[in-house]
């Protein structure tokens, strides 16, 4: 994440966060692939996200607008995606944020198999305006908890 100061109308200034784009994480599983699309399933039941993205021929599952506040599952917001802040509070922790989580299961050569998870997103301010939204970058910590699930099962 970034600060900038930018000018706005009237001469006045103010500092804007800036947070990078997202990657999707990877992280090898020893699980057949069938095994792990089924228990990527289940980590999303656990963490009460809504499967409605899901191809069994791409083993993918997902949901492209999971809309929350302050937390995923057990994990606080801002152990999910950074949103930038104002006057060091970030966003995360009280704007109500959507995220795309996509997670794909492919096979690996030693017989296991790979989970490849997208997280990013969006975020507004419940008490303004909400047309003014800011982007949200992931910060790893719903992939990680969902590898974690799946190594548990």
Same mark, same amino acid.
Do not use: H, W
């Given at each position: 994440?970034?600060?900038?100061?930018?000018?706005?109308?009237?001469?006045?200034?103010?500092?804007?966060?800036?947070?990078?784009?997202?990657?999707?994480?990877?992280?090898?599983?020893?699980?057949?692939?069938?095994?792990?699309?089924?228990?990527?399933?289940?980590?999303?039941?656990?963490?009460?996200?809504?499967?409605?993205? @899901?191809?069994?021929?791409?083993? @993918?599952?997902?949901?492209?607008?999971?809309?929350?506040?302050?937390?995923?599952?057990?994990?606080?917001?801002?152990?999910?995606?950074?949103?930038?802040?104002?006057?060091?509070?970030?966003?995360?922790?009280?704007?109500?944020?959507?995220?795309?989580?996509?997670?794909?299961?492919?096979?690996?050569?030693?017989?296991?198999?790979?989970?490849?998870?997208?997280?990013?997103?969006?975020?507004?301010?419940?008490?303004?305006?909400?047309?003014?939204?800011? @982007?949200?970058?992931?910060?790893?910590?719903?992939?990680? @908890?969902?590898?974690?699930?799946?190594?548990?099962?």
């Amino acid at each position: 994440m970034s600060t900038q100061t930018i000018q706005v109308a009237g001469g006045a200034s103010a500092n804007v966060s800036l947070v990078n784009n997202s990657a999707s994480q990877k992280a090898i599983l020893d699980l057949t692939p069938d095994q792990a699309f089924a228990a990527t399933e289940r980590a999303f039941a656990a963490l009460a996200i809504p499967v409605t993205d @899901r191809d069994a021929g791409l083993r @993918r599952v997902g949901n492209m607008a999971f809309r929350t506040r302050r937390k995923v599952g057990d994990l606080l917001m801002t152990k999910v995606v950074d949103c930038g802040g104002d006057t060091g509070m970030p966003n995360a922790e009280t704007y109500t944020v959507t995220l795309t989580i996509l997670s794909q299961i492919t096979p690996n050569d030693a017989g296991g198999s790979v989970i490849q998870t997208l997280v990013e997103g969006s975020a507004v301010n419940p008490l303004t305006n909400a047309s003014n939204a800011v @982007r949200c970058s992931s910060v790893g910590g719903l992939e990680a @908890r969902i590898k974690a699930l799946l190594s548990a099962k």
